[in-house]
């Protein structure tokens, strides 16, 4: 059991729960994919209901940034396991959790915001999720196969969503899924996610297809609206709190602009008591 490398390349380990829930070792040979249906990365309730990684974009840099939460070949805990049923999370299950929606009513509703929607995604988004997929069929053998029909959402939700895969399948599937597949659960992410593109360029046997910009660099527009729009954790809440960068921008300058016109108060009021003691001084030497 957990034969090959246990770590994602790159991948950060700052929000690590194998220690917390150390989880069942076994040897995973399907990869489960899921939206985290939120534009940062989330807390999974203390690692409770984390995945193995979660893969977050970067907008400027056009990457994805990589978080591991547990080995590669140790159940995760992002998928619901009745009891009696099928094993969900420690069914040879290898997790990964893509931030963004893969909901067309969240994303009319996040509208500028940058994110990923996944009928949508970005070529550098594609290309990172297919290096993830040839990383886990290289050192884990995971099949670069998906026989399953991802299905856009909110069609892909419920128990009869039409793509839900019963016992019989789900024990003797191998390859890459969505959470619309796994039996005992509702969720329908990622909806309509481009498997058969990943898939492809993970085998390589496709190029980009997506337009190139002009010199191969975003515009300063583009940079400067995602900087601004970047989640940051907020400095003035307790625990984490994530708001966007031009947020706490905001409040730090009204902070800054109150401590300076207190600042010029106290000033005022050390004048007057500067001009108070010096006159004292003066009466009393002329007394």
Partial sequence: MKTGPQRYPGASTAYWYGSKYPGS???????????????SLPDYGGG??????????????KRLIWYQHFD???????LVNAAGGVETNTLNVCQVEIVGTCDPATHKKWGSTPHLYTPELPDWAIRDLAAF???????HGVPLTSAVTFKAYPGSYGTDNGVRMNASKWNGFTGHCGHQHVPENL????????????????????TSTAPKEEDGMPTAKEIAEA???YQIDDPRTEGTAYKPLKSVLWWAGADAAQANARVKEL?????????LVERLLAANTQG
């Fill in 25 to 39: 070792a076994m040897e995973s040979n399907v990869i489960v994919w899921h939206t985290t249906e939120g534009t």
């Fill in 133 to 139: 997929a040839k990383w886990a069929h290289d050192n």
């Fill in 48 to 61: 409770a209901q984390a995945p193995n990684f979660t893969a977050k974009p970067d907008f400027v840099a």
């Fill in 267 to 275: 000033e005022g009021h050390v004048a007057h008591l500067t001009a």
């Fill in 227 to 229: 900087v601004l729009t």
């Fill in 72 to 78: 590669f070949d140790v159940s995760a805990r992002a």
């Fill in 187 to 206: 969720h329908g992410d990622p909806g309509l996610l481009p498997m058969a593109a990943i898939l492809d360029r993970a085998k390589g046997t496709t």
